[in-house]
């Protein structure tokens, strides 16, 4: 190879160098080059964090990903600025859709996609009940029939701890002590205080207490029911400013928002801002009562149908209806009539009471879905 080859090989290889260097660094900064509009973009990005792992993830029509067995999070980068149509599937699972913006050097976040199961198990846990209660750690649970028999249970073993009676009707549960083992009923002005960690059966005591079941209160936020109306306290003028008329007032698990809302309506709060009130849901039929699921869902009973749904208000917000049926773990099915529902929300597990049978689901999520 003579000196002059050498040398136009070497001049071509600098040219190419100072060509492609500029896009190479151009490109590593995040970059694109948008044909449509013809023009220098920077790329955005979106992460997810779904449950269950190993779903798979969509975005737009030329990008699909799939999460894991080990992990439930996703980071897809180098994406245009535009809106892309993101779903995300699992077999046995219901679909989930949105339509999100990608912004210039930004990344989009959807920090909680919970699939929700298309066949959810039910067994009878209690037959011939009126009403029940879970302990605050989801550990014991206290029936009653319409005769006024209660018993206290293991909510896992189902084996029977104890029982005692009361001729009262309408009982509602005042107060849960788990560290004294103290369960304290009301029954109109009447308090009955029954002690479980005594050996033999419990003897209900009438005792007098001053009612403030009707406070919700944790961090720095504290609210009253009163008659269908919200109160929120105001530390300033040490007095409750009226809120918002609605049924009850609901922290989600992290204590970061609550849900409160009233027979048409379901609406938001920030702990960090709670005059801010930003509606979820309104509808033509009765909300009954509502959930948290985790963080991210809710749970409600609509007019004897119960629901799930996400509580991201972006394009349009995803919600699964369970029906006025479900299925047992002997694949029969059974129909609801104006069920009274409530979610464990440790173990992921939903109560429900129709035709004076409770039943209870397998869970409806992982525990560790916060």
Known sequence: MTRKIRLIIFISLVFLYLLISPILIVYSLGYRVDFVNKKLVGTGGIYLKIWPQQSQISVGEKINKETSLFSNELLIQGLLPKTYKITAKKEGYYDWEKDLAVENQQVTRIDNITLIKKDISFEKSK??????????????????????????????????INSFSLPFENISLFSWDENAKVITLKSANTYFSLNYNKTGPIEPEETSLQDQSNLITTGKLTFKKDNNYIYLFNPEKAEFDQFYQAKDVIFSPDKSKFLFYNDHEILLGESKAPDQKNFLMRFAEKV?????????????????????????????INIVDLGEKIKLINDDIVELKNPEIFFDEINKKLYILSKAILFVSEPLTDRNNK
């Open 127 to 160: 037959e011939k009940i009126s009403g029940f209660y879970l302990s605050p750690t989801r550990t014991l649970i206290l029936f009653w029939d319409f005769e006024g028999q209660f018993s206290l249970a293991n909510i896992q073993t189902k084996i029977e």
């Open 288 to 316: 009954n009562k509502c959930f948290w699921l985790n963080n991210y869902y809710i749970i409600f009973d609509l007019a004897g149908k119960i629901k799930i749904s996400e509580i991201d208000t972006r394009y349009k």
